[in-house]
């Protein structure tokens, strides 16, 4: 019996020592979880890859460009900022109890494991929003099981650092909405073209259901299946209580204004300009791609937002969509080298190939200003030298070899000077003065000018045989924008890491005289005549309201209009990849391109004279003679010179005795000429 009463006393004694067993334990998982938590809770959360990407700043501070390798824009706006439809339509589909559960539905990934084993795959998901936000954040899509672990530890300790509100901002500011769309605002401007606050219940729907499948449910690839994904967001919303049946049926029943595929491709981002300064950071400043994906730079450029944006828009609007006709633009500030545009081809998700820098295209008769600065400049020719435009046949290299260039059109002039050979472009004119002044001579003043592609110093070079870039034509015309000043292009200036230090500053660049100021002036105002009448820029004379000087150029397969404002100096290519010959008609698309960009990206610019240097002369010219006009000569033409190279004689063609200028009737006629020449330009 004694037995017996011990036996009720052992199984009292093991259950109090497996109670106690089991206390214990319970607190040693109590105090390694307590220890878990504190540490996921005082571990910093990795950088997110977003928050690590570089970013393309234009010169007014603003982001204009990421470079990522994906692509990925992303636009941040706060929770206020967006409508509460596309929010409750968000948490309806994608995660109801987000409000209610710690990072993760237990529930839910309960469900999800019997989904999954009953079918023997991963049919089913249970990612809440906070998991997918860690998914997006810092690891990689991958199934495995090393990942979902990593994922419930970033989403408890994304948990524990924010509050709800905060979470769900940033998962609407980063979720895939596809095409390149990263976050909400990016995904309303791209397909509706509005802000994300601004969303209908019928749009909040259908971008609520693009993240679980961006291409399939795509409005642009699949609309069929994006409408149907929509209805299963509004009836999601109907079950949670966000609205009622009947506003579901209304917006099913709505027609989407999803905005043209064609436009939003081409919205302006600055993409050819951000890949030139990719190169310029990886091969300048020797920035590895891993710093610009990862660094968190902010590169501060030269690029002008309200210029760079009337490139784009101008040049989607001249160029044909369906065409093969390629084109580029880049326009720089005269005074500091600063790149404000540059667009090298008209739809850069086609065609990534920067054309503002192939070296493979001729810039045909658009070369011949360098040409003629450098015959003024040697004080051999003035604006009112001439040569017989007819054809000719020219022998060079010591009488060994011969050239025969043609006008356009065999169209010849007889007599005629220089300012009428650079308005009518005339190829005898050209390959006349060559030969006087030296091809030599030519390309060593292209090389002060910063062409910096090779030329070959023969006869043709007058009529821009020679490869060369679109972004070398407008850095050398600024040089006589510029007054003969050379300023290198320059596109970054300042760089900063991620914390804001800044650790680059572009040097303050001053220019170098490469060429007589007056020699760039007397040249400028003969290429003002380019859009006057009778001169190849005519046809968009109307469209512009400022002094603009430049210069055509045409090939078989190339056309050109470089010309320049004392503010900007621009160069537009139109043509094509292979090399294929371009019609009239497509030679023609480069000045209206040029023409409506720089009145376009100068509007807030008030018109300006080009700058007058003090060693120019301005004397009327008998035409008939290339004397100086006095009282008797019927016509008369306003001509400006280098001092020191007008005419000394007047004309005595005309009844009139010859005679020579002196001195102080020269300084008279040089002021009343300037003043005749103002009013003329300010009344026209």
């Not at 905005?259 to 030139?276: E, T, V």
């Not at 043709?460 to 015309?477: D, H, N, R, V």
């Amino acid at each position: 019996m004694a037995g017996q009463h011990h036996k009720p006393y052992k199984r009292k004694k093991m259950l109090y020592r497996l109670a106690m067993s089991l206390f214990g334990l319970l607190g040693v998982f109590l105090i390694i979880g307590g220890i878990l938590l504190a540490y996921l809770y005082i571990t910093p959360l990795p950088m997110a890859e977003t928050q690590r990407y570089s970013r393309l700043m234009d010169n007014r501070g603003n982001v204009i460009a990421t470079f990522s390798s994906n692509g990925h824009t992303s636009e941040q706006i706060q929770l206020e900022d967006i409508s509460p439809l596309l929010i409750n339509a968000t948490l309806a589909i994608e995660d109801r109890k987000f409000y209610d559960h710690p990072g993760f539905d237990l529930r839910g990934m309960a469900r999800a494991l019997l989904v999954n084993l009953k079918h023997m795959d991963s049919k089913q998901g249970a990612s809440t929003l906070t998991q997918q936000l860690a998914r997006n954040l810092y690891l990689s899509h991958e199934k495995t099981l090393v990942r979902k672990l990593k994922e419930a530890k970033f989403a408890i300790q994304l948990e524990m650092k924010y509050d709800k509100d905060e979470i769900l901002e940033m998962y609407l500011n980063e979720i895939y909405y596809g095409h390149g769309a990263y976050g909400i605002e990016s995904a309303a401007q791209l397909y509706f073209d509005k802000s994300a606050k601004d969303l209908t219940l019928a749009e909040s729907a259908m971008l609520a259901g693009i993240p679980k499948g961006p291409t399939y449910y795509s409005p642009y690839n699949h609309m069929n299946n994006a409408v149907q994904r929509q209805k299963i967001v509004l009836h999601a919303m109907v079950e949670t209580g966000f609205i009622t049946r009947s506003e579901a049926d209304k917006a099913a029943s709505e027609k989407i204004a999803l905005q043209p595929k064609d436009r939003q491709q081409n919205k302006g981002i600055a993409s050819f300009f951000r890949d030139y300064v990719r190169g310029i950071l990886i091969n300048e400043f020797n920035i590895t791609e891993q710093q610009l994906e990862q660094g968190g730079l902010d590169i501060y450029t030269t690029v002008d937002p309200q210029a760079q944006k009337a490139a784009e828009e101008i040049v989607e609007k001249e160029m044909d969509s369906k065409s093969e006709l390629e084109t580029a633009l880049v326009s720089i500030d005269p005074r500091n080298g600063h790149i404000k545009a540059m667009v090298g081809g008209k739809d850069y998700r086609k065609n990534q190939y920067n054309h503002a820098l192939a070296k493979t295209r001729q810039p045909g008769s658009a070369f011949k200003p360098i040409m003629y600065l450098t015959a003024l400049d040697s004080g051999q020719l003035t604006g009112i030298s001439t040569f017989n435009s007819q054809p000719t046949l020219f022998h060079y290299d010591n009488n060994r070899k011969t050239y025969k260039p043609s006008n356009f059109g065999d169209k010849y002039f007889g007599e005629i000077n220089m300012r009428q050979a650079i308005a009518a472009s005339d190829n005898i004119y050209a390959v006349n003065t060559i030969l006087q002044i030296g091809a030599e001579e030519v390309v060593k003043m292209a090389e002060k000018m910063g062409i910096t592609s090779p030329l070959e110093p023969v006869p043709s070079l007058a009529l821009g045989t020679s490869p060369i870039s679109p972004l070398e034509m407008a850095s050398a015309f600024a040089v006589l924008a510029n007054n003969g000043q050379r300023i290198p292009p320059i596109a970054v200036l300042r760089i900063t890491d991620a914390i804001g230090r800044t650790v680059y500053n572009a040097p303050e660049t001053k220019g170098e005289q490469v060429v007589d100021p007056a020699a760039a002036y007397v040249l400028t105002r003969m290429m003002e005549d380019v859009f006057e009448t009778g001169g190849t820029g005519r046809r968009v004379s109307s469209l512009m309201k400022r002094p603009v000087a430049g210069k055509t150029g045409t090939t078989d397969t190339d056309a050109w209009l470089v010309g320049y404002t004392p503010e900007l100096s621009t160069a537009v290519w139109v043509g094509y990849d292979k090399g294929r010959k371009i019609s009239s008609s497509e030679s023609r698309r480069a000045a209206p391109i040029f023409a409506q960009f720089t009145e376009k990206a100068l509007e807030n610019v008030p018109p300006k004279i080009f700058p007058i240097p003090d060693n120019v002369i301005s004397v009327y010219i008998d035409p008939e003679t290339g004397r100086r006009a006095d009282a008797d000569c019927p016509e008369k033409s306003l001509e400006v010179f280098i001092k020191g190279t007008e005419p000394e004689q007047y004309c005595d063609d005309h009844g009139g005795k010859p005679k020579k200028v002196k001195p102080e009737e020269a300084v008279k006629q040089e002021e009343r000429s300037w003043w005749s020449d103002f009013k003329r330009w300010w009344l026209e």
